[in-house]
């Protein structure tokens, strides 16, 4: 299958655009980071730094309902019957609601730094908690305590993924550490292939074989703040420090895997998650703090009188396909990829972008821009009529060196190609 990821929240080429959702803080310093799907109906659930819990309908793009809290958060997850709310807070405590009332049910506060990831059992009887202090609290929902602690982690833990069973716990840690654990006693397994031998029920886990391909070169642990595989285990979209949100096969093994990457957000994408029935994608901007729904488009089949079926083309088709997606750039309305990279690189928000503030956002990107390139920018967004040959503009900088929005869009366009990877 080919598919194609919609933007409901920018517009960009194969994008629907739709109004901007989103959690607004006071300050730049309120980021968003949780968010959670449904398991059975489009809705998803956003808390942020900015003190607010937000209930969201992606298939009609509103807002159901949201709450104050005292303490804000940055993560969250529905059990899987989708009857309850789970929401882990900055200040080390966590609650859980009933989504019918809005009501608070259950409440804890074990720890002192924040909730970096919470996650309910495949069966809904146990909820791991994971913080900052370098453990994960598990607790059963039956009886309504703690009834173990996952140790051994050097670092904070980012992130947790249960086993189809229920009986294995996944964790990540800011030290690229991977550990397991037998739950509810949470004793530690030493395992050497776990994924050969363990059905997972979810993949956030940014560490670890079936993701290791994620990685960009160079990057160090906190450039992939998260990933999510389809529920038809055959997509792995992932959530990086340079505001992209990239797709790749699942699983994602080996090193620098092909992906195809989407520019929405105008700062540091900061989640990811599936909708149940893997139709959307739904991500988070941590500055920008706005959500965005990717709608997942089957292409339907080509007719090249080759076909093995009218469902699907042949093996060397699908390989043809697959490279060419690769290479293909899926974001080419100009204007708003300019306009986000400009965002970007308006690091003082006084609406122009110099030459540094501009070469160090396009390096960020990935992109190696040379210091003539970055003149002869500079050179094409002065005037028209200015001529630069080979990087020798002969134009004094102190001209050029600040640019507008417009004037930087006309030489990004003009320049695009040189910076590709």
């Known amino acids: 299958d080919n598919f194609t990821i919609f933007c409901l929240n920018t517009k960009c080429q194969n994008l629907v655009c739709s109004r901007p959702q989103g959690h607004m803080g006071s300050h730049r310093e309120n980021e ?55 929401v882990g807070q900055n200040d080390g405590s966590f609650f859980v609601l009933h989504l019918e009332s809005w009501e608070i049910k259950t409440k804890f506060h074990h720890r002192k730094e924040k909730i970096s ?15 900052h202090e370098n453990h ?3 607790y059963n929902m039956e009886k309504g305590k703690r009834v173990g602690i996952c140790k051994g982690a050097s670092s904070y833990i980012t992130h947790v993924d249960w086993e189809g069973t229920g009986r294995v716990l996944q964790i990540n840690s800011g030290a690229r550490e ?33 993701s290791s391909g994620v990685w960009p070169a160079g990057c160090d642990v906190t450039d992939v703040n ?61 500055m920008d703090t706005s959500l965005m729904v990717w709608v997942r488009r089957r292409s339907a089949p080509r007719d ?18 697959e490279d060419e997606e690769v290479e293909e750039d899926n974001v080419e309305d100009e204007v708003e990829k300019s306009r986000a990279l400009f965002a970007m690189a308006d690091v003082d928000s006084d609406g122009t972008v110099t030459s540094s503030e501009l070469a160090k956002a396009l390096r960020k990107l990935g992109f190696r821009p040379t210091e003539a390139d970055i003149r002869d920018i500079l050179a094409a967004a002065d005037d028209d009529d200015t001529e630069g040959t080979n990087g020798d503009s002969g134009v004094d900088p102190g001209e050029t060196d600040s640019m507008d929005f ?5 030489a990004l366009t003009s320049y695009r190609d040189r910076w590709e990877r």
């Open 304 to 321: 090249h009188g080759g076909c093995d079926s009218d469902d699907s083309d042949t093996d060397q088709e699908e390989l043809e396909d």
């Open 226 to 286: 998260a990933v999510s595989a389809s529920h038809d285990w055959s997509l792995l979209a992932a959530a990086d420090d340079f505001g992209f949100v990239k797709l790749f096969r699942f699983p994602c093994d080996g090193d620098y895997a092909k992906f195809k990457k989407y520019l929405g957000h105008s700062s540091h994408v900061t989640n990811v998650r599936w909708s149940h029935d893997d139709t959307r994608l739904v991500s988070t901007g941590g």
């Open 117 to 131: 990831d919470i996650r309910f059992s495949p069966d809904g009887k146990y909820l791991a908690v994971a913080s």
């Open 32 to 86: 968003l980071w949780g968010l959670a799907t449904h398991p059975t109906k489009h809705i998803v659930a956003t808390v942020s730094d900015d003190k607010t819990l937000r209930l969201w309908d992606i298939a009609e793009n509103v807002m159901l309902a949201a709450r104050r809290l005292e303490v804000g958060g940055r993560c969250a997850d529905f059990s899987p019957d989708g009857k309850m709310l789970a």
């Open 178 to 210: 991977r550990l397991f654990f037998e739950i509810p006693r949470c004793k530690h397994l030493p395992m050497r292939e776990p994924d050969k031998t363990l059905q997972w029920y979810t993949w956030t886990g940014v560490l670890g074989p079936l």
């Open 406 to 410: 417009d004037r930087f869009h006309r």
């Open 136 to 138: 994960v609290d598990v």
